[in-house]
């Protein structure tokens, strides 16, 4: 994904995308914005000069973040003309890891669906078949992803906005800690004075297609604002790096309704039972 190594030119792989008009990923571009940015990477990697952990990759945002002059939408139609005139916090600490913001990619309105279409823009289409979802709400940006639009898409959940498209379209998606990565300027609450809150649950973070290419993302993303009064944090190293020595949570037992108590499953329909039995998972060190 990185360009920092100068195996690739970042001016190259900065473009409109071809394909995007039948898939209806990207709705929004700002070419001339990405190839100008992209040029001035290429220029400082040749003097040398290291502009951080995503210098020069190019990327697209969920319609959902603000980003300063270029259209924000979210889906809704009394935003349909929306420009911003400022960055999502998100957004501005991508642009100074080094990130090339191309465009933003596609969502259901106000974020609240499992798919990928409204009024503004209309659907988008799986690249595997395109008589399929995308899933969503982060759709538009798996699609863009799966289809080699952009090297990530950055875009924000609750119960499974970038999960679920990120499973529709092959993807990989880390739904990261609560405000670890700030929601300042995500719509909702923006825009407004509504921009300064953070809903429970909701997060920001990434869909890609390696999962080694979420390494550098939150470490550029994460992080307490100037408005914190002096709280900080850092984030701890992995507990491991093998699969193996990683634990795996389960909720094999639900609460029948009406009965107020958990009841387990059947061993024998419980596909979590049946897959901890698997001589395969019992040779990759289950715990």
């Not at 003309?81 to 501005?92: K, L, N």
């Not at 639009?149 to 959940?157: P, V």
């Not at 094999?252 to 039972?273: F, K, L, N, Q, T």
């Amino acid at each position: 994904m990185r360009s920092r190594a100068g195996s690739w030119s970042s001016s190259i792989s900065t473009g409109s995308p071809p394909t995007n008009p039948a898939l209806n990923a990207v709705v929004t571009l700002h070419p001339e914005r990405a190839r100008r940015e992209a040029g001035e990477a290429d220029a400082a990697r040749a003097a040398g000069r290291d502009l951080g952990p995503l210098h020069g990759v190019p990327i697209t945002v969920k319609d959902s973040f603000e980003t300063a002059g270029m259209r924000t939408v979210c889906g809704r139609r009394d935003l349909k003309e929306y420009v911003p005139d400022q960055d999502a916090e998100a957004v501005r600490r991508l642009r100074s890891a080094g990130a090339v913001i191309m465009g933003k990619s596609n969502m259901p309105p106000g974020n609240q669906d499992v798919q990928a279409d409204n009024p503004v823009f209309g659907p988008s289409s799986n690249p595997w078949d395109t008589t399929r979802t995308s899933g969503g709400a982060a759709g538009g940006g798996a699609v863009a992803i799966a289809e080699g639009l952009t090297a990530f898409d950055f875009g924000s959940e609750i119960g499974g906005s970038t999960r679920i498209p990120s499973h529709f379209n092959g993807l990989y998606r880390h739904k990261s800690t609560w405000r670890s990565i700030l929601l300042i300027g995500h719509v909702p609450g923006g825009p407004g004075t509504g921009q300064w809150t953070n809903l429970d649950m909701a997060c920001g973070g990434a869909q890609v297609r390696d999962a080694r290419d979420l390494v550098p993302i939150p470490r550029a993303t994460t992080g307490t604002s100037e408005y914190d009064g002096g709280f900080s944090y850092t984030l701890a190293p992995p507990r491991a790096t093998k699969l193996a020595a990683f634990r795996v949570a389960v909720w094999g037992e639900d609460v029948r309704r009406g009965e107020g108590r958990a009841h387990p499953p059947r061993p024998e329909r419980d596909p979590y039972h049946r897959a901890s039995r698997s001589p395969r998972l019992r040779r990759r060190g289950r715990p």
